[in-house]
């Protein structure tokens, strides 16, 4: 069970938009801690796709952007690609564990 | 560029110690904090801990007991030991550049598996 809930599979045609939601409480989320966003393209490493609730490093196309509000943050991926057929994972902080860096459970994304 | 090169045992029998390196290439390794995360096969993340230049270490407290990191300056390279390992402990362990609390670069991963 992880401290952070996402939803398992999420998917949609090309060109279309998608959210996935990650969902936590007031110990980490609702406490003001970031939350960060990896993309993991099948047998490789995790890459960092949204940084600090809404920020990209150089490199990731505009069409991933994020939010956060109150215990939740989703992250939002327009004009879907083939290429974007992943799993993906948010990861914060929670002040239950002393500070330790927390994922959710990751949400494979299928492009139809 | 910054890369990160990793090695370690990869079968081990349960009750052994499990020890991997993170070879730092390009960029300041002293202004960073350096991470371990594993991720059993076909299952999620989970961050195991880290590490600064100068040796001031936090650990996940599901693990703490069994785990330290450590670092070597003088290389560019900090060290994941894990004791008594069981089979849960079978993953890819990754090793990972910390900034503002997330991970920016990230190695290829070593799959470490533990059987008897």
């Known amino acids: 069970q992880s401290v952070l809930t996402q939803p398992p599979s999420v998917s949609g045609a090309p060109g279309q938009r998608v959210t996935i939601s990650c969902t936590g409480s007031?110990?980490?989320?609702?406490?003001?801690?970031?939350v960060h966003w990896y993309q993991q393209l099948p047998g490789t490493a995790p890459k960092l796709l949204i940084y600090?609730?809404?920020n990209r490093p150089s490199g990731v196309p505009d069409r991933f952007s994020g939010s956060k509000s109150g215990t939740s943050a989703s992250l939002a991926i327009s004009g879907l690609q083939a290429d974007d057929e992943a799993d993906y994972y948010c990861?914060?902080?929670?002040?239950?564990?002393?500070?330790?860096?927390?994922f959710g459970g990751g949400t494979k994304l299928t492009v139809l | 560029q910054v890369q990160l090169q990793q090695w370690g045992t990869g079968l081990l029998k349960p009750s052994e110690t499990l020890s991997l390196t993170c070879a730092v290439y390009?960029?300041?390794?002293?202004?960073?904090?350096w991470s371990w995360i594993r991720q059993p096969p076909g299952k999620g993340l989970e961050w195991i801990g880290e590490?600064?230049?100068?040796?001031?270490?936090s650990y996940n407290p599901s693990l703490k007991s069994r785990v330290t990191i450590s670092v070597d300056t003088s290389k560019n390279q900090f060290s994941l030991k894990v004791t008594s390992v069981i089979a849960a402990d079978t993953a890819i362990y990754y090793c990972?550049?910390?900034?503002?609390?997330?991970?920016?670069?990230w190695g290829p991963g070593t799959l470490v598996t533990v059987s008897s």
């Open positions: 990972a550049r910390e900034r503002a609390w997330y991970e920016d670069y």
């Open positions: 390009g960029g300041s390794f002293s202004a960073y904090s």
């Open positions: 590490i600064n230049h100068s040796g001031s270490t």
């Open positions: 007031s110990s980490n989320i609702g406490t003001g801690y970031d």
């Open positions: 600090a609730n809404n």
């Open positions: 990861q914060s902080s929670d002040s239950t564990l002393s500070g330790s860096r927390v």
